[in-house]
Nanobody, 117 residues
Framework: QVQLVESGGGLVQAGGSLRLSCAAS????????MGWFRQAPGKERAFVAR????????YYADSVKGRLTISRDNAKNTVYLQMNSLKPEDTAIYYC??????????WGQGTQVTVSS
């Protein structure tokens, strides 16, 4: 079973940037589609982005298209989420996830992102 650990969250002003990382252990990420979800205060966890095994295909929630970019480095067993032009509504806990059978299966513990106005 793969274990996922997110890092890179923090406090940033609106319009700023952050890069989140998700490092895996206990398995090779190259075996999984990978994704990011987020959960804002008082809201349900929501899909953000997904990337195919080798990174050739990506998919984004409409709310983040053009601002957030998912990527992966299978040699480093790491997935990234580059976040630009951040808005206060991007404030949330961000979770990394590994998919199996097209469903999110293995979750990280999350990293907090706070965007101030």
């Amino acid at each position: 079973q793969v274990q996922l650990v997110e890092s890179g969250g923090g406090l940033v002003q609106a319009g700023g940037s952050l890069r989140l990382s998700c490092a895996a252990s206990g398995g090779s990420l190259s075996n999984y589609y990978m994704g990011w979800f987020r959960q804002a205060p008082g809201k349900e966890r929501a899909f953000v982005a997904r990337i195919s095994w080798k990174g050739g295909s990506t998919y984004y929630a409409d709310s983040v298209k053009g601002r957030l970019t998912i990527s992966r480095d299978n040699a480093k067993n790491t997935v990234y989420l580059q976040m630009n032009s951040l808005k206060p509504e991007d404030t949330a806990i961000y979770y990394c996830v590994a998919y199996t059978n097209s469903l999110p299966r293995y979750w990280g513990q999350g990293t907090q992102v706070t965007v101030s106005s």
